[in-house]
């Protein structure tokens, strides 16, 4: 099955902070079923330097995961991660390069899967808005620590 994108990548403004979207057509692998086409939609702001917020939709129902960009990003180049997320590139006997990613403990996990280059060119777009070392700089420290003492995690 040939995996198909929708809108490779996207930047956006919303005032003020910027960010990027990267709406795709990822696959579910399942062991005893076909691949099953999701939409994923991957959303990068400044506003959340560390972070990727991952929505996952199939039919009416929508699931979100919020992972580490940099855990993404080291998972396009090798295997990267432990417990409840991990990501690594995959070159299928077809000659796709993919990437994949695990979301939940091994024993209950899903798979999916995603294209490597639009991936990997869109997580390149999300270190042009935030260069790698520099997302300290972005967090809103006084914000995120009156948010925490009001307890609204």
């Known amino acids: 099955m040939q995996m198909q994108n929708h809108i490779p990548c996207t930047i956006s403004q919303r ?3 910027p960010f990027t979207v990267l709406d795709h057509v990822a696959r579910i692998l399942t062991p005893d079923r076909p691949p099953v086409e999701v939409g994923a939609l991957l959303e990068y702001s400044v506003e959340e330097p560390f972070a990727v917020v991952l929505e996952l939709h199939l039919g009416a129902s929508v699931t979100c995961w919020t992972l580490s960009r940099e855990l993404l990003a080291r998972g396009v180049r090798e295997h990267d991660g432990q417990g409840e997320v991990a990501a690594w590139p995959v070159m299928t006997p077809g000659g796709s390069h993919l990437v994949r990613l695990r979301l939940g403990p091994v024993e209950a996990c899903a798979v999916l899967e ?3 280059q639009v991936l990997a060119s869109w997580l390149e777009s999300t270190f042009d808005l935030v260069p790698a070392g520099t997302e ?4 809103s420290w006084d914000e995120t620590i009156a948010r925490l003492l009001r307890a609204e995690c």
């Not at 300290?136 to 967090?139: G, I, L, S, T, W």
């Open 114 to 116: 995603f294209e490597h």
């Open 136 to 139: 300290a700089r972005h967090v």
């Open 15 to 17: 005032d003020p902070h």
